[in-house]
């Protein structure tokens, strides 16, 4: 009786959460998981991505609490909600603030960040042997390459800049990118290049076992020590496989609400939000709300973890 128990309590409580989350999203016409029906249509349709740049940042009935947050920091995880995010000028930028979400500090080995161009704005270089990797989540951006070729990045365009080459991104007008940088690893007689795509044109990939749709942004070829991966789950649906693995992951979630397990934790998670997945940290994610899920995910792949 003891052992049924424990049992009980331990299936019980992350259930009782879910439902009561669930049924959050379908009764409150505000909150954090809330969104618009995959069916709306129209004039007062919103563009894609809205949400990351205008998140609803809490339960009405929190948005009031002094001090609420759903940002959390721990040794194997990090989940950073929009209320969270502090935005100062870009270390060599012209006209661009910047939030870092995710850097070396936390335990990872890379940097992920948003950077909100403005009229006039123009990109640094990153560090010295650095890779570049931005996606448009509003906006417009122009992309000079080293060859000086000039390249449009609207919304849900994204490119790849090798470690040392010369580049520059500028705007017109406001637009958010959200970018990762982290130190090239080599392989001799390697090299990587520079790669310019939209998620629109990317197939959809095999994922037995599994119901998501899976697109890869880049090459799973051997230069490439990194991959990024745009998820897409129905209302509903949720990972079949209860992932513990080596890699590292950043997360930012592009559209809809779910739940995300984190070690022993369990995250109401909406559009606008970032996450940290340490390796080896249990990892698992739910679909809910009306509308689909979509996330944006960084995987380090092609090398020996020792």
Same mark, same amino acid.
Not at 24 to 34: L, N, P, V
Not at 71 to 79: E, G, I, N, P, T
Not at 114 to 119: D, I, P, R, S, T
């Given at each position: ?9 331990? &299936? ?25 029906? &995959? ?12 949400? +990351? ?26 989940? &950073?909600?929009?209320?969270?995010? +502090?935005?100062?000028? #870009? ?19 890379? *940097?992920?960040?948003? =950077? ?13 042997? =650095? ?32 470690? $040392?080459?010369?580049?520059? #991104? ?8 959200? =970018? ?10 390697? *090299? ?13 990939? @095999? ?10 942004? #880049? ?27 080596? $890699? ?6 592009? @559209? ?12 109401? *998670? ?15 994610? =739910? ?16 090398? $020996?973890?020792?």
């Amino acid at each position: 009786m003891q052992s049924f128990s424990a049992f009980s309590v331990q &299936i019980f409580f992350p259930l009782l959460f879910m439902l009561s989350i669930l049924e959050i999203s379908m009764s409150q016409e505000a909150g954090f998981c809330t969104a618009p029906s &995959i069916l709306e249509t129209g004039s007062n349709a919103q563009p894609l991505y809205w949400k +990351v740049t205008n998140p609803t940042l809490s339960p009405s009935h929190l948005q009031d609490l002094p001090g609420f947050t759903r940002s959390v920091y721990k040794r194997d995880h990090a989940l &950073i909600t929009p209320e969270s995010q +502090v935005f100062s000028p #870009l270390p060599d930028w012209t006209n661009t603030l910047g939030a870092y979400l995710l850097t070396p500090a936390m335990g990872s080995h890379f *940097v992920m960040y948003l =950077a909100k161009m403005q009229e006039g704005s123009k990109s640094g270089l990153p560090p010295s042997d =650095a890779e570049r990797f931005v996606f448009v989540v509003h906006g417009t951006a122009f992309l000079t390459d080293a060859s000086g070729f000039t390249h449009n990045l609207n919304v849900d365009s994204y490119a790849y800049l090798p470690p $040392n080459s010369t580049h520059h #991104l500028k705007s017109e007008a406001s637009t958010t990118l959200v =970018a990762f940088e982290r130190r090239y690893s080599y392989l001799e007689n390697h *090299v990587t290049e520079l790669i310019v795509g939209s998620t629109d044109k990317q197939p959809l990939l @095999e994922t037995p076992g599994e119901v998501f749709e899976l697109r890869k942004l #880049l090459p799973t070829s051997l230069p490439y020590d990194f991959n990024i991966h745009i998820m897409d789950f129905q209302p509903g649906e949720f990972l079949n496989v209860k992932e513990i693995h080596y $890699n590292q992951h950043g997360l930012l979630l592009l @559209e809809g609400q779910g739940i995300y397990r984190l070690g022993d934790s369990w995250y109401p *998670v909406q559009a606008g939000d970032a996450i940290w997945m340490a390796p080896f940290v249990p990892q698992w994610y =739910a679909a809910l709300g009306k509308s689909r899920s979509r996330y944006l995910l960084y995987k380090d792949v092609n090398r $020996n973890p020792m």
